[in-house]
């Protein structure tokens, strides 16, 4: 049946060797210069700086970029069409590009307002995200509410596997609560290396100016549709998509209910374009019995195909 779903990374995927593999390909340098062009800054320059590379403003439209360039190379190279996609928070935007619902210069200019609007929403405010690694997500969520307080707040906002939940909120506040959550018996808790705490209830104000910019964009009929965070499900109609992906900001990403769903349809096989295998390491950690491979380096297109062929 050749059947697959594509799966698009989120801010925090990237890294400075995120271009290196395919920068020989014509089709992939032409996608970062057209990005270039738009943005009025290389992409390339945002990379090789140490600062910039991590700051959501530059990132978000990086990594955008750098998973349509991706692909729009596995396009050339694999003739068969996705069943499903599924993009893991800016993901999500990715791959309402690829599925044809949404052009990718109006994706760009999204990207580009969203991380914005991100970055002034929480202008002042020291925030952060951390990923917590052997605790429940029930057992976090209370957490949070139990440590926060009226100046500072964390709270659950990524359930990307049953043993792995991203906490956002005040850094301050986040990293003073690393021994809280280490006696309740966190087994690793990591800082990601983010500027702003996505999907925080810091950033509902986001909501409405993203509808606003999305209702007044042009949209396609989708080549295949799209699973979507807020709670992991298929949208149909345009008015759901734009009001999954104008809540998307400020709400938990449900990225184990959303594998789990997309399983439920007979899919067995994930293919992750874009920066990094974060996606698919998650993926063992949801259901071991699928089968999972990143893109990000050209080296493993071949292997990605043979995967296809064989289902």
Same mark, same amino acid.
Request: proline share 4%; aromatic share 8%.
């Given at each position: 049946?050749? %059947? @697959?779903?594509?799966?698009?990374?989120?801010? !925090?995927?990237?890294?400075?060797?995120?271009?290196?593999?395919?920068?020989?390909?014509?089709?992939?340098?032409?996608?970062?210069? /057209?990005?270039?062009? $738009?943005?009025?800054?290389?992409?390339?320059?945002?990379?090789?700086?140490?600062?910039?590379?991590?700051?959501?403003? &530059?990132?978000?439209?990086?990594?955008?970029?750098?998973?349509?360039?991706?692909?729009? #190379?596995?396009? /050339?190279?694999?003739?068969?069409?996705?069943? &499903?996609?599924?993009?893991?928070?800016?993901?999500?935007?990715?791959?309402?590009?690829? =599925? !044809?619902?949404?052009?990718?210069?109006?994706?760009?200019?999204?990207?580009?307002?969203?991380?914005?609007?991100?970055?002034?929403?929480?202008?002042?405010?020291?925030? !952060?995200?951390?990923?917590?690694?052997?605790?429940?997500?029930?057992?976090?969520?209370?957490?949070?509410?139990?440590?926060?307080?009226?100046?500072?707040?964390?709270?659950? #906002?990524? &359930?990307? %596997?049953?043993?792995?939940?991203?906490?956002? *909120?005040?850094?301050?506040?986040?990293?003073?609560?690393?021994?809280?959550?280490?006696?309740?018996?966190?087994?690793?808790?990591?800082?990601?290396?983010?500027?702003?705490?996505?999907?925080?209830?810091?950033?509902?104000?986001?909501?409405?100016?993203? @509808?606003?910019?999305?209702?007044?964009?042009? $949209?396609?009929?989708?080549?295949?549709?799209? $699973?979507?965070?807020?709670?992991?499900?298929?949208?149909?109609?345009?008015?759901?998509? +734009?009001?999954?992906?104008?809540?998307?900001?400020?709400?938990?990403?449900?990225?184990?209910?959303?594998?789990?769903?997309?399983?439920?349809? *007979?899919?067995?096989?994930?293919?992750? +374009? !874009?920066?990094?295998?974060?996606?698919?390491?998650?993926?063992?950690?949801?259901?071991?019995?699928?089968? %999972?491979?990143?893109?990000?380096?050209?080296?493993?297109?071949?292997?990605?195909?043979?995967?296809?062929? =064989?289902?």
């Amino acid at each position: 049946m050749n %059947s @697959y779903c594509v799966i698009f990374p989120g801010q !925090g995927s990237q890294n400075p060797q995120m271009l290196s593999s395919y920068l020989g390909l014509q089709i992939f340098r032409e996608t970062i210069e /057209e990005a270039s062009d $738009f943005l009025g800054y290389n992409l390339c320059d945002v990379v090789d700086n140490e600062k910039k590379i991590n700051k959501t403003e &530059f990132t978000q439209p990086l990594i955008l970029t750098t998973s349509i360039a991706i692909w729009r #190379v596995w396009k /050339e190279k694999c003739n068969f069409t996705p069943d &499903f996609g599924a993009g893991h928070s800016l993901g999500e935007y990715s791959a309402l590009v690829a =599925n !044809g619902w949404m052009s990718f210069a109006d994706c760009l200019e999204l990207v580009n307002l969203r991380a914005q609007y991100m970055e002034e929403e929480t202008s002042g405010i020291n925030s !952060g995200m951390a990923a917590i690694i052997g605790l429940n997500r029930q057992e976090i969520s209370d957490l949070c509410l139990k440590l926060s307080n009226k100046k500072e707040l964390i709270e659950a #906002v990524n &359930f990307n %596997s049953p043993q792995q939940t991203v906490i956002g *909120g005040h850094l301050n506040l986040i990293e003073k609560s690393i021994p809280k959550f280490k006696d309740a018996g966190a087994k690793l808790i990591k800082i990601i290396p983010v500027s702003v705490a996505a999907h925080t209830s810091l950033l509902e104000k986001c909501n409405g100016k993203l @509808y606003k910019i999305l209702k007044n964009k042009e $949209f396609y009929k989708p080549n295949y549709p799209v $699973f979507h965070n807020v709670d992991g499900q298929l949208k149909d109609s345009e008015s759901d998509i +734009i009001d999954s992906l104008s809540a998307q900001i400020h709400n938990p990403v449900e990225w184990t209910k959303t594998i789990e769903n997309i399983s439920d349809r *007979g899919i067995k096989t994930f293919i992750e +374009i !874009g920066p990094g295998n974060v996606l698919s390491s998650l993926n063992k950690r949801i259901n071991k019995s699928l089968n %999972s491979i990143s893109i990000d380096n050209y080296a493993n297109i071949g292997d990605a195909l043979e995967l296809i062929s =064989n289902e």
